[in-house]
């Protein structure tokens, strides 16, 4: 038998393009992305409308959640009750929502596990207060509707909302080829600002950012961003920034009480206790999680000592865990015109009040036509008041009587419908007062909706006055500090070691050893044999240490790394490549770019440097002070910021002081001549440069000769300031002098 039927073809490719663009429609606009007028998917308004049908208002009794999720999957929603419910359990958690649409009973998840709410027939729920100012004007003809998946109920498209919750609550979503993600905000900001659009309809994004100071979370974390992040993350409608997790510090514990937003403590811990594992925190001792009902985030990290640097230790854990995280921003929503749109926060703002203007209009368009029913009803009712005794005779008498009613009176068929439907109690004189009463009433009412309506800036008024009224009522102070900038890095290698001041030791026989704390006194400790001080530095454990030999080469040896003083120590020259027969002089440490040392040798030249271009990578060492001929190397001397002057003396007595400034800073070399030695007297040792020293304008000089010396204040040692490299004057008759110490008035003396 012959089909007649025609049968139409259509390419593979066509049919492909056309089926994926239908799915990712559908996708976009009925699943992943939210609604700029209400700021909910689907999913959420469905589940929030279902919950308002079964009168689970914020007054009314909690209702089990599977009742709930029964009828969204039943009537609204139909795919899966675990989608459903867990939807359900995002709306409920503080954590997640910054202001929850859904008011939960029993085990609604935590912040460390989101997921571990308890099954929908264990929790119970209803709406929030804050939930109505999405639906409290549902029913008032605020918004159209739409026929369920079966045709058989009507459900709304969207919600009239009192607020542009989209940015209140934010939101995330995946949908096919793109993608939302909106951070939440504070209340009080996203209504000053939507007020300051009505009042000042021309305002742009940097009025706005003076209102809105970023995004706000649930919580008390900061966000780290830029003004000029911010802005650009605004008025583009995408960027990023970082939450970083709140700390203090109580002795030697560092106390985390606010995470970054959908980070996990548990997680975090197990961060931590990795790198601790594998020896990358040795600082840290112990972890725990002390959180409970009243503190939640509570995760105390104790130090090894209260010394470490506990900067230091959260930089570090800001770039190595998710005490920091990164967020980004995209704020693509369905525009009113009904498709997807990558929105600035001003246009974002701007069409959303829009919406609002289109949601009051209708609700008061609504309204007027209640009243225009009403007071036509009325109308009818006062009519027939006037002649009472007409109506009943009529409605005894007649076989219709409302026909004759109409006719009789000239009435509607609604007025004679409500005439009808008086009960005989409501024919008292008293009724009629209620209803003039009533219309009164009503007339005034319209005239008040007619002059909004006739009136743009009387609408904006009650727009302005309902969001100054929800301010009022659910306004709440911001939460997230907002930082510019953040200090986070992870540790070095040599940043791991903790970070504690150590005082190093070194012995005329060239053993070396680090004693901790800088209060040691390197002269009571013990040495091996004829062995005694040679020089000691203090700094931290975690800097390099400086070797000066008398060749004037330079070694580095971290601090860390030396022996302890506990015991004698070991030789400097196991640990490097010096020459055979070489001493070493000096021991210094210090950080790259700040520490600034004096060296000098007995010939009387001399430079400053750098501590940077005193350190080397190689065991063999690097060559720094060319020494001339017979010269000796003497112990560098750190600089301090107060020092103003260099003194310098010789052998025979003779004193020099001038500007330190006079003195060049070298990276290496022989230097300047600090002060006059005859080359001569020089060779034959007759004469040399005994020590420098350096002071403050307020330091003393103290002169040692053998067993005996001599004291001069700023006021004495000032008459021997002359210029570098200059013979100096002689001390009185001072001779073989060995040394110089600055005494100053506060601290105990210092002495190299």
């Not at 770039?319 to 997807?340: E, F, V, W």
């Not at 009040?353 to 009818?380: A, P, S, Y």
């Not at 006739?454 to 302005?464: A, F, G, M, W």
């Not at 003393?700 to 000032?718: F, H, Y």
Request: aromatic content about 6%.
């Amino acid at each position: 038998m012959k089909n007649n039927k025609k049968i139409s073809s259509l390419s593979l490719k066509n049919y492909a393009e056309e089926s994926y663009l239908n799915y990712a429609m559908y996708v976009i606009l009925d699943r992943a992305l939210p609604n700029i007028g209400d700021g909910l998917k689907p999913v959420q308004r469905r589940i929030l409308y279902a919950m308002s049908e079964l009168g689970l208002d914020a007054s009314s009794k909690y209702k089990k959640s599977a009742r709930t999720v029964g009828d969204v999957i039943g009537k609204f929603h139909p795919h899966g009750d675990t989608a459903a419910y867990e939807a359900m359990v995002l709306m409920a958690q503080n954590f997640s929502f910054k202001y929850p649409l859904v008011d939960g009973q029993g085990n609604w998840g935590s912040q460390d596990d989101p997921k571990s709410f308890a099954a929908m027939r264990y929790t119970e729920s209803k709406l929030t207060s804050f939930a109505n100012l999405l639906i409290s004007e549902l029913k008032s003809g605020t918004v159209d509707w739409q026929p369920n998946f079966d045709g058989s109920l009507l459900e709304p498209v969207i919600f009239p909302s009192k607020l542009p919750s989209i940015l209140l609550n934010g939101t995330s979503g995946i949908a096919v080829g793109m993608a939302t993600d909106i951070p939440s905000h504070n209340i009080n900001e996203i209504i000053e600002a939507v007020v300051h659009i009505i009042d000042n309809p021309k305002a742009g994004l940097k009025d706005l950012l003076k209102i809105i100071k970023g995004p706000d979370f649930s919580n008390n974390a900061s966000i780290v961003a830029t003004s000029e992040e911010l802005f650009e993350m605004y008025s583009t409608g995408r960027g990023g920034f970082k939450i970083q997790a709140n700390w203090r510090q109580e002795k030697n514990q560092i106390i985390v009480d606010a995470l970054p937003y959908q980070a996990s403590g548990s997680k975090i811990l197990e961060q931590i206790s990795e790198q601790m594992v594998k020896k990358k925190l040795p600082m840290v001792v112990d972890l725990t999680d002390e959180g409970d009902h009243l503190e939640p985030i509570r995760l105390v990290i104790t130090l090894r000592s209260n010394r470490v640097n506990a900067n230091d230790v959260m930089n570090h854990l800001y770039a190595s865990t998710d005490l920091q995280k990164s967020y980004r921003s995209n704020m693509n929503l369905i525009s009113l015109k009904g498709g997807p749109k990558v929105f600035a926060l001003d246009e974002l703002l701007k069409e959303w009040l829009k919406f609002r203007q289109q949601t009051v209009t209708r609700k008061l368009e609504h309204r007027l036509d209640q009243v225009n029913d009403r007071l036509h009803i009325l109308q009818g009712l006062l009519i027939v008041y006037l002649d009472l005794d007409k109506v009943i005779k009529i409605i005894r008498e007649s076989d219709n009587p409302k026909k004759e009613i109409i006719k009789e009176f000239k009435l509607s068929d609604l007025q004679v419908n409500a005439i009808l439907e008086i009960r005989l109690r409501q024919l008292a004189k008293l009724e009629q007062e209620k209803l003039e009463s009533e219309k009164t009433n009503l007339d005034n009412e319209k005239k008040e909706i007619e002059k909004i309506l006739n009136s743009k800036s009387r609408l904006k008024t009650t727009i302005k006055n309902e969001l100054k009224q929800i301010k009022e009522d659910f306004g709440d102070e911001r939460k997230s500090k907002i930082i510019e900038i953040s200090e986070a890095k992870i540790f070095s290698e040599e940043e791991t070691i903790t970070t504690e001041p150590v005082s190093i030791i070194l012995s005329k026989a060239g053993w070396i050893r680090s004693a901790k704390g800088h209060e040691i006194d390197p002269n009571s400790l013990t040495y091996r044999g004829d062995d005694s001080l040679q020089d000691f530095c203090r700094g931290k454990s975690n800097q390099l240490v400086v070797f000066l030999d008398s060749t004037g080469k330079s070694f580095s040896l971290q601090a860390h790394s030396l022996p302890s003083a506990r015991g004698m120590g070991e030789p400097l020259s196991g640990r490097i490549s010096a020459d055979s027969g070489v001493s070493f002089i000096s021991c210094v440490s210090g950080n790259d770019g700040d520490d600034k040392f004096m060296i000098m040798n007995t010939a009387g030249y001399g430079f400053i440097s750098e501590f940077k271009n005193m350190t080397s990578n190689k065991k063999t060492g690097r060559a720094f002070m060319k020494l001339p001929d017979n010269a000796r190397l003497l112990k560098a001397i750190p600089i301090r910021k107060d020092h103003t002057h260099i003194a310098a003396v010789s052998s025979i007595g003779k004193l020099l002081i001038f500007r330190i400034d006079e003195l060049p800073i070298l990276g290496k070399g022989k230097g300047n001549k600090i002060i006059n030695i005859p080359k001569a007297k020089f060779n034959s040792n007759e004469e040399f440069m005994a020590h420098a020293q350096l002071l403050s304008d307020e330091s003393t000089l103290r002169v040692i000769v053998g067993d005996r010396s001599v004291s001069l204040k700023p006021k004495d040692w000032a008459d021997y300031i002359l210029t570098r490299a200059k013979r100096g004057k002689k001390i009185g008759n001072l001779k073989n002098v060995d040394r110089l110490i600055e005494e100053i008035e506060v601290n105990s003396s210092t002495e190299k």
